[in-house]
């Protein structure tokens, strides 16, 4: 049997394994596993935030999650996932309604699926999704200008900021890179993360679909706090300890 406490690089990988696998660890629980104190593991994940591999929290640690390229790279990948949350999505639009939909391969994926049939205002800093949009013949389209980031696929840039800052949404459907309970809705990129605070201060209805990959996790800037979000747009089997660690910020979880 290992001896945990004898083996620190054998101990780390199988917090490595642990973080990979739930996306956050307790350091409590991680001790009682390992057979060591609750010190040497708080050591073990400073050594591995220090790598990068994630962030130290009060009590244990969460995952850090690497950048997944642009957009086109994102749209192929969990296709069929996207499009049970983008529905799901779809079904929480107001008719006659303004909303804002965010940058994203899973916001890409709502809006394919909204409904032809809906009378409503859609905003959005992202080409691709506009061309999606002009396919609906009762839908009202606003594209916000600036200059084109080809990781989001949004646009970006002091002409974006101005454009939506006489605007109040009934809903925005915000996209992110990571989401967890206590860290809330992370991103890779300062100046989308600032674009997205932005859109937050200038809407009434807050919506996240985030896939499971995402979830537990953190990247570099924080966007907003969980407490601010309205709903959150998941796949019901995640696991239970983390679907409840959401509703307790008392966000309304919504499953495909």
Request: aromatic content about 4%; hydrophobic content about 40%.
């Given at each position: 049997?290992?001896?945990?406490?004898?083996?620190?690089?054998?101990?780390?990988?199988?917090?490595?394994?642990?973080?990979?696998?739930?996306?956050?660890?307790?350091?409590?629980?991680?001790?009682?596993?390992?057979?060591?104190?609750?010190?040497?593991?708080?050591?073990?994940?400073?050594?591995?935030?220090?790598?990068?591999?994630?962030?130290?929290?009060?009590?244990?640690?969460?995952?850090?999650?690497?950048?997944?390229?642009?957009?086109?790279?994102?749209?192929?990948?969990?296709?069929?996932?996207?499009?049970?949350?983008?529905?799901?999505?779809?079904?929480?639009?107001?008719?006659?309604?303004?909303?804002?939909?965010d940058a994203g391969s899973t916001n890409l994926a709502f809006a394919r699926a909204l409904p032809p049939e809906m009378a409503l205002t859609v905003v959005t800093?992202?080409?691709?999704?506009?061309?999606?949009?002009?396919?609906?013949?009762?839908?009202?389209?606003?594209?916000?200008?600036?200059?084109?980031?080809?990781?989001?696929?949004?646009?970006?840039?002091?002409?974006?900021?101005?454009?939506?800052?006489?605007?109040?949404?009934?809903?925005?459907?915000?996209?992110?890179?990571?989401?967890?309970?206590?860290?809330?809705?992370?991103?890779?990129?300062?100046?989308?993360?600032?674009?997205?605070?932005?859109?937050?201060?200038?809407?009434?209805e807050i919506i996240v679909a985030m896939t499971r990959e995402k979830i537990p996790g953190v990247a570099r800037y924080t966007v907003v706090a969980c407490e601010?979000?309205?709903?959150?747009?998941?796949?019901?089997?995640?696991?239970?300890?983390?679907?409840a660690a959401f509703r307790e910020k008392n966000i309304a979880l919504v499953h495909p």
């Open positions: 049997m290992l001896d945990c406490a004898a083996f620190p690089q054998q101990r780390q990988s199988l917090i490595r394994q642990e973080l990979q696998e739930k996306g956050r660890v307790v350091c409590a629980t991680l001790a009682e596993q390992l057979g060591v104190s609750e010190h040497t593991v708080r050591r073990d994940l400073q050594e591995l935030a220090r790598e990068g591999i994630c962030k130290k929290v009060y009590g244990g640690a969460v995952s850090v999650l690497a950048s997944q390229g642009d957009l086109l790279a994102r749209t192929e990948k969990n296709g069929a996932e996207k499009a049970r949350l983008g529905l799901a999505c779809s079904r929480l639009v107001k008719p006659q309604s303004v909303i804002f939909i800093h992202s080409p691709i999704i506009a061309v999606e949009l002009m396919k609906l013949p009762r839908c009202e389209t606003i594209v916000i200008g600036g200059r084109l980031h080809t990781a989001t696929g949004g646009s970006l840039g002091i002409t974006a900021f101005s454009q939506i800052r006489d605007i109040r949404f009934d809903q925005l459907f915000l996209g992110g890179c990571a989401l967890d309970s206590e860290e809330g809705l992370t991103g890779f990129d300062y100046e989308d993360v600032e674009f997205k605070k932005a859109l937050t201060g200038r809407s009434d601010a979000l309205t709903q959150l747009v998941v796949e019901a089997d995640l696991p239970a300890d983390t679907l």
